[in-house]
Structures are given as C-alpha cells and as structure tokens.
C-alpha cells in the first residue's frame, strides 16, 4: 500500500513539474463549451485532480462496502461466540454427577 502512496506522489510530482514549464496559453474546447486562453499549466493540474477524484470515488465506494460487511461478519462472529459459550455451559451443566466408587468413563 505504501508504494502505491510513493507511486502516485512521484507521477503527481512529475505531473507538476511538467505544468509549469509548459505554461504558455492555450485554447480549449469541450463540446460547445469553450475558455479562450488558459494556461496550460491549469489544464494540465485540472485534468490531474480531476482523474485523481475520479479515480478515487469507485476506491472509496469499495473500501465502504468492506467496512460495511467487515462490521456485518464481526457482529456475526460474536453471535456465534456467544452461542457456543452457551452451549458450552449447557453441556457442562448437564453431565451427570459421579457416583462414588463407580468407574468414570
């Protein structure tokens, strides 16, 4: 996990340095949306975030999901925990008593 956390810094990094030497303006266009004379610095970083951010809404939806079912199997966990402790007083409540001077089996 970490190295994916070094990963990304470094290709973030790069991204950045990569931004501001390329900072001339330019034009763009998006379907009939148009900003004339932008930098391409802010291009760049804004296309950046916006596919981190992309990028990390189906991580977090997955990563919710887990937590949810992680919480769903530990609840369930001590429901069994607590039947087994039970059971286990049960049997142990209901041996019979030795009767002196017989064998125990």
Known sequence: M?????????????VVVFA???GTP????????TVPEVSTAA????ALVTGLLIAAIPLWLQR?????????LESQV???ETALEE???AVLSARPT?????PSQ
């Open 43 to 46: 291009v760049i970083l804004i």
């Open 26 to 33: 330019v034009s763009v266009r998006f379907l009939t949306w």
């Open 64 to 72: 919710w999901r887990l937590r949810v079912r992680v919480r769903g």
């Open 2 to 14: 970490t190295f994916g956390y070094v990963v990304v810094a470094l290709l973030t990094a790069a």
């Open 78 to 80: 001590r429901q069994l």
């Open 20 to 22: 501001f030497q390329n």
């Open 87 to 89: 059971r286990h007083k």
């Open 98 to 102: 030795p009767i002196p001077g017989q």
